[in-house]
Every structure is written in C-alpha cells, then in structure tokens.
C-alpha cells in the first residue's frame, strides 16, 4: 500500500502570502495519479487538482500543482480569506490512500 | 448539476447493522464509479470502498472487509453501504463521492454532504 505523507501538519499566514504545501508518497506514483481536495469546517471536500498538476473546474488559477514520482506539491500564489481551509492529498492509482492532511490557518 | 444525497446514519449499538443510502442526480449514473469515504471526529478522510460501473468490481480497505458490502443499483441511481458488525472505531461521517470515470484510476470530483454514523452503547 502506497503510503502519502503531507507536510507541515499546519501552516500559519496571513491573506495575501503565497502557501506551500508538501505531499510526498512512500513509493513512486504511476500516471500522476495525485489529487488535491480542500475541506473547510463542516462541509464537504471538494476537488482542487488532479492528474497532479490539473486543475478542476471552476478553481482558481492561484491554486497549482506540480510533483512526480514521490514528492508532489500544490501552491496558492496569493492566499485569500476563503482559502483557510484543510488541504488532503490522495494517491488513487492503487490504494487511494489520503494524506493526513495539512490545516492552513490566519497568522 | 451533480448532487449527491446521503441518508441512513443513525446512532447505533457495536455489533449492529446499519445500511447507507447515497442518491444520485444530475450525470448518467451508470457511467461511473463510486465510493464511500469517511472522517471519523476531528479526523482526516479514510477511504472505505468503492465500486465500479456495476457490482462486479468492488474494493474494500482493510479494516471494513468481511463486515461492509458496497452495491449500486443503476436503475434507482441509488449508491448503498451494507454495514455489518459495526465498531466503535467505525463512527464517522460517511460520504458518497463520484469517480471521475467508470474504471481505475479516478480521482472524486463530487461529493455529498454526508451522513453521521455514530456507534456506541
């Protein structure tokens, strides 16, 4: 089983800083099979980027992926107030394991 | 639009049974693969099992083999989970979550809102 690690368990900034986010796979994922979902409090996830560096429709283009192999990364260019959010990883080519997500919270 | 609607979660005693409804609307069902993803409180997203276009392709994780049965009826656009022998461990919120596709690999790219399931005596 393909295990995904995100890091940093949380990130603190402030609205308009650029954030950061890891997500490395404990074995080399095959197709890109990497995707990014977003969480806010009480809703549903939602879709950001699959293919590891496609965006979903109807998401802005601050947000991006990019990444192969083991070690993938999304970015948000400009963080606005609607982006404090969780941030989960998944590898679905094999296990379709989640990352443990990582908490990008106002500094 | 795509919706999805959970429904059946309750709170129940371990070692009950339970049955999860997800209703489908707004893409042809019978396209595309689903799944079951859960958060337990305060937790991040767990994979349970998914299906493809029909009942002769389902997947399950570990910890729910042998008690959870994944079907799909494509006439009612209706996902189901059949959970048997329930746990304490099992309590989460319960998500239905559409394939992108009809076979492996698929990313969710909809999901539903959710359905609490709440085992304890």
């Known amino acids: 089983e393909i295990v995904v690690t995100q890091s940093p368990g949380t990130l603190s900034l402030s609205p308009g800083e650029r954030a950061t986010l890891s997500c490395r796979a404990s074995?080399?994922?095959?197709?890109?099979?990497l995707a990014w979902y977003q969480q806010k409090p009480g809703q549903a996830p939602r879709l950001l980027i699959y293919?590891?560096?496609s965006r979903a429709t109807g998401i802005p283009d601050r947000f991006s992926g990019s990444g192969s192999g083991t070690d993938f990364t999304l970015t948000i260019s400009r963080l606005e107030p609607e982006d404090f959010a969780v941030y989960y990883c998944q590898e679905y080519g094999s296990s379709r394991t989640f990352g443990q997500g990582t908490k990008v919270e106002i500094k | 639009e795509v919706q999805l609607l959970e429904s059946g979660g309750v709170l129940i005693q371990p070692g009950g049974s339970l049955r999860l409804s997800c209703a489908a609307s707004?893409?042809?069902?019978?396209?595309?693969?689903m799944s079951w993803v859960r958060q337990a409180p305060g937790k991040g997203l767990d994979w349970v099992s998914g299906?493809?276009?029909?009942?002769?392709?389902?997947y399950y994780t570990d910890s729910v083999k042998g008690r959870f049965t994944i079907s799909r009826d494509n006439s009612k656009n209706t996902l189901y989970l059949q959970m048997n022998s329930l746990r304490v461990e099992d309590t989460a919120v319960y998500y239905c979550a559409k394939g992108s596709s009809g076979g492996r690999p698929y990313y969710f790219d909809s999901w539903g809102q959710g359905t609490l399931v709440t085992v304890s005596s």
């Open positions: 074995q080399g994922i095959t197709s890109s099979s």
């Open positions: 293919g590891a560096s």
């Open positions: 707004g893409f042809t069902f019978t396209n595309y693969a």
């Open positions: 299906v493809g276009t029909s009942d002769a392709f389902t």
